[in-house]
């Protein structure tokens, strides 16, 4: 017998259920009675929510964007982790990103979900933007740098070569353009930074 839940409850279930299975199985090898399987849901509970399958998997990759801008944004904020191990951390989570997604990417990536690429990818510039600024005024040697400009200007930077023919890229070629984004940053901001 299926348990009544609150509807937001029930809905952020459907969601979290459904990129789980998005992410193990692919987009293809989901079908909506797989996610309600999991859920003990009914095809009426699904259809309260979400019109479609196409739906669902937007509103899944979403969710995991918010979870993915959280994550990074706590290490920028983190007083506990010096800048090395916040780099460190910062590209272990973007190597695990491009690792998850990789299932779907060959979905994510057609012409249908472009709309939403670009949705997402201002979400998470924008959402970065004002952590990494932080971060930025804590280093700068020379307080007239302006470390929102800085960091939008890196950001983009960032998220555009990561991006460019990103279904196909390995960890090592991630780890290569982050090192080199961690170089420039420390040329822009005028600081060799010790403890790297």
């Given amino acids: 017998m299926r348990i009544s839940k609150e509807p937001d409850i029930r809905k952020k279930e459907l969601i979290e259920t459904a990129l789980k299975l998005f992410l193990d199985?692919?987009?293809?090898?989901?079908?909506?009675?797989?996610?309600?399987?999991?859920?003990?849901?009914?095809?009426?509970?699904?259809?309260?929510?979400?019109?479609?399958?196409?739906?669902?998997?937007?509103?899944?990759?979403?969710?995991y964007v918010e979870n993915?801008?959280?994550?990074?944004?706590?290490?920028?904020?983190?007083?506990n982790l010096s800048l090395s191990e916040k780099y460190n951390n910062i590209v272990n989570?973007?190597?695990?990103?491009?690792?998850?997604?990789?299932?779907?990417?060959?979905?994510?990536?057609?012409?249908?979900?472009?709309?939403?690429?670009?949705?997402?990818?201002?979400?998470?510039?924008?959402?970065?933007?004002?952590?990494?600024?932080?971060?930025?005024?804590?280093?700068?040697?020379?307080?007239?740098?302006?470390?929102?400009?800085?960091?939008t200007f890196i950001l983009y930077g960032v998220y555009g070569i990561l991006h460019q023919n990103s279904e196909n890229q390995k960890p090592k070629d991630i780890q290569e353009i982050l090192n080199t984004i961690y170089a420039l940053t420390e040329k822009i901001l005028n600081s060799s930074i010790e403890g790297r």
């Fill in 93 to 151: 989570e973007v190597i695990k990103a491009f690792e998850d997604l990789k299932s779907i990417s060959h979905i994510y990536f057609t012409p249908q979900y472009f709309p939403l690429r670009v949705k997402i990818a201002f979400k998470i510039l924008d959402g970065l933007i004002q952590p990494f600024s932080e971060l930025i005024d804590k280093f700068k040697k020379d307080k007239n740098i302006d470390s929102k400009k800085i960091a």
């Fill in 68 to 79: 993915y801008i959280q994550k990074l944004s706590k290490i920028f904020q983190d007083e």
């Fill in 25 to 63: 199985k692919g987009y293809e090898k989901t079908s909506i009675r797989d996610i309600l399987r999991e859920v003990k849901g009914s095809p009426g509970m699904f259809y309260y929510y979400f019109s479609s399958k196409e739906e669902i998997f937007e509103s899944a990759i979403q969710y």
